[in-house]
């Protein structure tokens, strides 16, 4: 292998890894305000069929990106209404969502299937983009894949050095004491709720406007519970959800070019696993050794907030 | 206004149900419509596999109009879903039902011992009951042209192939690619990705893009989404269709389709039904019938190539050309088929390994 090969590989990862980030570092927010949103399929579909639809019908991919978020946060508000409000079970509400979002979106993306659109456009930045290897690599790609890695730095400040992070993880933890020394927690909670939608919105634009541009029915193939799966993985920490979607995306990817090189000798099976064997094996070395004991959930993760009035 | 129920008007109400329930014979006549349901492995707008049985399932209600009702359960998992799935359908008076993916095979023939008076359908599956019929198209037939054209025009000599899940359906298309390029081009490899998925977009384009990343400049694909010939136009490689005329997504990049039809089939089951004539039947039909069809070729493929692969469309259909006439060799070089036989249907539909050329 040289870089001639390596690099292309590199290429497909970046962009098999770009929507899992977006929908699992939204939905680590929603976490740690104590939300469990299992939804993210639901909506990640809402966003790819919004984006899409939008971008045909107005010839705008900013357009789309832009409808796909206010579709996110609109399903992500649907189920705030549902489960903070009206304090339904977020865990049934959740599936629900992605139920519906499934249904909503073949119903709304039906007159677009078979209907081809531009692939969302590399950001040229004059001179770096040329450059050799590091010009692909680093500044070669669409707009998506720089915000899936910039809401990932801004959720990491945001979280550990700002107050309100501090606020927001406080309700994640102890939405009694959080609301005794007077935070609304409902409202922390919306907020996440709807930038969980939005990032999951986010996600959805790039399966439909740039990952495969087009729109077919539940494209988003599980995805968004690989992204559920991957916040867990982190252990709820921004830069481990960083590093587990390049790793899924890199293991997902290797697979496939190892096959195609051939004279591996090891069956295809064996070699499709390897993605959920790498998340076992991680797991594992996370919960034992020196990291024991950091798996930490947000301690009021999926339990609805029923203040004592 | 709202009648009172008393003790008269509830009689009268209960005799009328109990007259309309006596009368089987009323179900039976001309004006009620037969029921027809439809199992579904995917969503109908897969533009794939599941997009062409939506497609047959309307050319009935098309052909019978207001003499028949379909029903359509699509998504639906192989595995227990599949068994409540088709119960379901039978109990609620459907009469025809087809279940129309592989894995539907042993569901089916268990919902079939528990309603005899309903008659099944069952697509790419072998196995038959007194009410379970079975049906198939011979891909192959296609893949065999598309293997003509791919050995023709490849450059590098690679063809790709994403292949989905390791049945022996899949196996027989690989083989029949591989065959058919290498009579035209005998260095020519087909280079096979599995994606153990029949439908996952975003999978498809990375196995598209993982092979022509290694050299591959014609791709070919046995799974159902555009994305893999979406990925070729854009990186400005040749492609076929999968199920559907894919055109839109890939109009330089497409060389042809293997389109499926299943229409006629549905009407003519349909026909059996309404005229009482239905029978256990298993079906494995491919060019000759019209169960597949090949979309126009597209630009990249020049005169003289259209007339050989018209030919050998022409020879398959007239039984002249046999996609898998020996000498055929495995993928170490020993021959399996000897010059003068061809591998019998049997064999085809338990095919579990590779031609010479084959490189997986």
Not at chain 2, 3 to 21: E, S, V, Y
Not at chain 2, 110 to 127: I, L, N, Q, Y
Not at chain 2, 135 to 143: A, D, I, L, Q, T
Not at chain 2, 326 to 348: A, N, R
Request: hydrophobic letters at 45%; proline letters at 5%.
């Amino acid at each position: 292998m040289n870089i001639d090969t390596i690099l292309p590989m590199l290429l497909t990862v970046i962009a098999a890894a770009t929507p899992l980030l977006l929908a699992s570092i939204g939905e680590l927010v929603t976490e740690k305000a104590g939300v469990l949103n299992l939804g993210v399929e639901g909506m990640m579909l809402a966003g790819a069929v919004i984006a899409f639809a939008t971008t045909v019908g107005t010839g705008s991919a900013a357009l789309g990106i832009v409808a796909a978020m206010l579709a996110g946060m609109a399903t992500a508000l649907v189920f705030g209404v549902l489960t903070l409000t009206l304090m339904a079970n977020q865990v049934a509400t959740g599936l629900a969502l992605t139920i519906f979002g499934i249904g909503l979106s073949s119903l709304i993306g039906s007159g677009y299937i078979g209907v081809p659109v531009e692939k969302l456009a590399h950001l040229d930045i004059a001179g770096l983009s040329d450059l050799p290897v590091i010009g692909p690599l680093l500044f070669g790609h669409d707009v998506l894949v720089y915000a899936a890695v910039a809401i990932t730095f801004a959720v990491a400040w945001f979280l550990k050095h700002t107050r309100a992070g501090l606020i927001l993880r406080a309700v994640g933890e102890s939405d009694l004491s959080a609301h005794s020394i007077g935070y609304d927690v409902i409202k922390v909670r919306y907020m996440a709720v709807l930038f969980g939608g939005l990032c999951s919105g986010l996600a959805g634009a790039y399966l439909s406007l740039s990952y495969t541009p087009m729109w077919v029915e539940g494209m988003t193939a599980g995805r968004g519970w690989i992204a559920l799966a991957l916040v867990a993985f982190a252990s709820w920490r921004p830069w481990r959800v960083l590093g587990g979607a390049y790793i899924f995306g890199g293991v997902t990817i290797l697979q496939l070019y190892l096959q195609g090189s051939g004279g591996i000798g090891v069956p295809a099976q064996v070699m499709n696993m390897l993605p959920y064997l790498a998340t076992i094996i991680v797991l594992t070395v996370i919960s034992a050794g020196p990291w024991r004991g950091r798996l930490d959930a947000p301690a009021c993760l999926g339990k609805p907030f029923r203040p004592a009035s | 206004m709202i009648r009172p129920i008393n003790r008269r008007t509830f009689l009268g109400t209960a005799a009328a149900g109990l007259t309309l329930a006596a009368s089987p014979l009323r179900g039976a006549s001309a004006a009620d419509p037969l029921k027809i349901g439809f199992v579904y492995v995917g969503p109908v707008g897969d533009f794939g596999w599941t997009h062409g049985h939506d497609i047959g399932r309307k050319a009935i209600e098309a052909k019978f109009g207001d003499k028949v009702k379909t029903t359509f359960v699509e998504s639906v998992a192989e595995g227990p879903d599949a068994e409540r799935v088709i119960r379901q359908l039978a109990s609620s008076g459907n009469k025809l039902i087809f279940t129309t993916s592989f894995g539907y095979m042993e569901p089916t023939l268990k919902v079939a011992k528990s309603f005899p008076k309903v008659m099944f359908e069952h697509a790419t599956g072998f196995k038959t009951a007194p009410n379970v019929s079975v049906y198939n198209s011979r891909f192959y037939e296609g893949r065999a042209i598309v293997g003509h054209i791919a050995g023709s025009l490849t450059k590098t000599g690679k063809i790709g192939y994403i292949a989905s899940v390791p049945i022996p359906e899949v196996v027989m298309g690989i083989n029949a690619t591989a065959i058919a390029a290498r009579k035209v081009r005998p260095d020519a490899e087909v280079k096979v990705v599995w994606v153990n998925s029949w439908y996952d977009p975003g999978k498809e384009g990375d196995a598209a893009k993982a092979l022509i990343d290694q050299g591959v400049d014609i791709m070919t694909q046995h799974t159902d989404s555009p994305a893999p010939l979406q990925i070729a136009e854009q990186r400005g490689i040749l492609g076929v269709g999968q199920a559907s005329d894919m055109k839109n997504f890939a109009p330089k990049a497409q060389l042809t389709a293997i389109v499926d039809e299943w229409g006629p089939y549905y009407v003519e089951r349909t026909q059996a039904m309404l005229d009482g004539t239905w029978k256990t039947s298993d079906t494995w039909h491919g060019l000759k019938e019209g169960f597949l069809s090949m979309a126009p070729y597209g630009d990249a493929v020049p005169e003289a190539l259209r007339k050989e692969a018209d030919d050998i469309k022409a020879g398959i259909i007239a039984g002249t050309y046999l996609p898998f006439a020996g000498p055929i060799k495995d993928q170490k070089g020993e021959v399996k088929i000897p010059e003068g036989k061809s591998i019998p249907d049997g064999d085809l539909l338990g095919m579990n390994w590779y031609v010479e050329g084959v490189q997986a």
